[in-house]
């Protein structure tokens, strides 16, 4: 044998040889809620100076929806530390994700205490969120039959017979209308009655990620096996009741493949495109192309908050048996992880006045790319982009904007400050006069964004059918 393949196979033993080590204390099995609750604990009296335990809401039959969090300021926010959360079993009857996640937050726990480097360094710099279960009370049902019953459906809505994935509100045809007229690409507002057309576990989520600036995301879902990336609702018109499926990518289309494609790859099969009677290449798709879905969480994220997330197909079976768990840990493990280190590509920065304050809610602009992002309550801003040079601005309201040319590398994200500078007394004075005129010209008061999102919306008739896909 060759001396760069021997030294290539001993590189995959030894891989080999630190995932079955880095799985020797955790248990294999399906967790119900009593279980899952005294997991989470149990990784939190085990490390309690870096995780954290937190409810974000309850679901519909008054379950908890507990959430884990590891960093070493478990329950503050870091300047210029990123926000990544996991997301699992919004769909009760598919499983894997949050058996998963449960392993996850074991292998965090323990690798830490056993001074890996590699998980030192994600807990040191990054807040990480872990959501086991979106849909608890699903779940039960689901359970309470099993893996060997378990219809396809069984428990896959929450308690009030509704899918949680097609729940959230209905920001894509906002943007969709958007693209065409110029208005608002990012932080798209919620309609006046949102509250009264979402379910409590959805309600709980919009408040989550309204509460914390999250950066990166994945939501783990079962029935496939592929990584899909935004958008998920199709641009096409509907025919016959059905809207036709169509490549429909994103402003940040480029990335979120990238983003994809590092968990397909560092997946132990899922990149190879054949998996449970389908094929995707390099397995990956964009979500419209493969069926449209309306109001979708995946696209939520990106249209109403910073938060890019794709959604991870990641079993054929919805409701693996427990002796599959094991294979399927060892499959998802390295893929858990890598993506979650993405997080840490791109820019970041602070904004600030001239008093060094940090300034709240300013636009980060890319030019090319017709989707920006917004600065957090204390000034910093997170932007995920891929390797090449950009011209980034800042803007905010009452202040002159300010453009910088950043060169963006594949190593961790680079650091961008902005210190933007007030309005003079003029400048104010010109804007106020250039509005009044404006007003007055216009014979008619426009509609809010509000008020557009609704009539856009009225014309969308009949409702998403699901297709084939989980």
């Known amino acids: 044998m060759r001396p760069r393949k021997m030294s290539e196979v001993l590189s995959v033993l030894f891989r080999l040889l630190l995932l079955l080590g880095g799985v020797a204390s955790v248990t294999f099995q399906h967790h119900r809620y009593d279980d899952l609750i005294r997991t989470l604990y149990k990784v939190h009296n085990e490390c309690p100076h870096i995780t954290r335990v937190y409810s974000i809401g309850h679901s519909v039959k008054g379950r908890h929806l507990y959430a884990l969090e590891f960093s070493d300021f478990p329950g503050m926010h870091e300047l210029l530390e990123p926000e990544f959360k996991y997301v699992a079993n919004m769909h009760g009857n598919e499983v894997l994700g949050r058996e998963l996640l449960l392993q996850l937050c074991e292998f965090l726990c323990e690798e830490y205490r056993q001074r890996n480097e590699r998980i030192i360094r994600l807990i040191h710099n990054t807040r990480i969120h872990i959501l086991p279960s979106m849909n608890p009370d699903g779940y039960e049902v689901a359970a309470a039959q099993g893996p060997d019953s378990n219809g396809y459906l069984t428990g896959r809505n929450n308690a009030n017979?509704?899918?949680?994935?097609?729940?959230?509100?209905?920001?894509?045809?906002?943007?969709?209308?958007?693209?065409?007229?110029?208005?608002?690409?990012?932080?798209?507002?919620?309609?006046?009655?949102?509250?009264?057309?979402?379910?409590?576990?959805?309600?709980?989520?919009?408040?989550?990620?309204?509460?914390?600036?999250?950066?990166?995301?994945?939501?783990?879902?079962?029935?496939?096996?592929?990584?899909?990336?935004?958008y998920d609702k199709s641009r096409e018109h509907r025919v016959r009741g059905f809207r036709r499926t169509a490549d429909t990518p994103t402003p940040d289309d480029k990335l979120f493949r990238k983003l994809a494609k590092v968990y397909s790859y560092a997946?132990?099969?899922?990149?190879?495109?054949?998996?449970?009677?389908?094929?995707?290449?390099?397995?990956?798709?964009?979500?419209?192309?493969?069926?449209?879905?309306?109001?979708?969480?995946?696209?939520?994220?990106?249209?109403?908050?910073?938060?890019?997330?794709?959604?991870?197909?990641?079993s054929c079976n919805k409701f693996p048996r427990q002796e599959e768990l094991q294979r399927?840990?060892?499959?998802?493990?390295?893929?858990?992880?890598?993506?979650?280190?993405?997080?840490?590509?791109?820019?970041?920065?602070?904004?600030?006045?001239?008093?060094?304050?940090?300034?709240?809610?300013?636009?980060?602009?890319?030019?090319?790319?017709?989707h920006d992002v917004t600065s957090g309550k204390q000034g910093d801003y997170f932007r995920l982009l891929l390797p090449g040079t950009y011209t980034v601005t800042a803007t905010a309201p009452g202040y002159y904007l300010e453009t910088a040319t950043v060169t963006v590398g594949p190593a961790e994200a680079m650091q961008v400050n902005f210190h933007l500078k007030k309005y003079s007394l003029e400048k104010t004075k010109e804007i106020t006069e250039q509005k009044e005129k404006k007003e007055k010209k216009a014979p008619v008061k426009a509609s809010s964004g509000k008020t557009l999102l609704k009539k856009v919306a009225s014309r969308e008739t009949g409702r998403e059918t699901r297709r084939g896909r989980p």
């Open 161 to 230: 017979g509704i899918d949680l994935n097609r729940n959230f509100p209905d920001l894509n045809t906002y943007m969709y209308y958007n693209e065409k007229s110029g208005g608002l690409n990012h932080h798209l507002p919620l309609p006046d009655n949102w509250r009264s057309q979402v379910e409590p576990e959805t309600e709980a989520v919009i408040y989550w990620m309204e509460s914390n600036n999250f950066v990166l995301s994945a939501n783990l879902h079962g029935g496939a096996v592929v990584a899909n990336y935004p």
């Open 267 to 314: 997946h132990g099969w899922m990149h190879l495109g054949w998996n449970c009677g389908d094929y995707f290449p390099d397995g990956i798709t964009n979500g419209a192309s493969w069926y449209s879905v309306s109001k979708g969480m995946q696209d939520f994220n990106y249209l109403h908050t910073n938060c890019f997330e794709i959604t991870l197909e990641l």
């Open 328 to 370: 399927e840990w060892l499959g998802n493990r390295e893929a858990l992880i890598s993506f979650l280190e993405e997080v840490h590509h791109g820019i970041k920065g602070m904004v600030l006045d001239e008093n060094n304050n940090g300034i709240a809610g300013a636009v980060i602009s890319i030019a090319g790319i017709a």
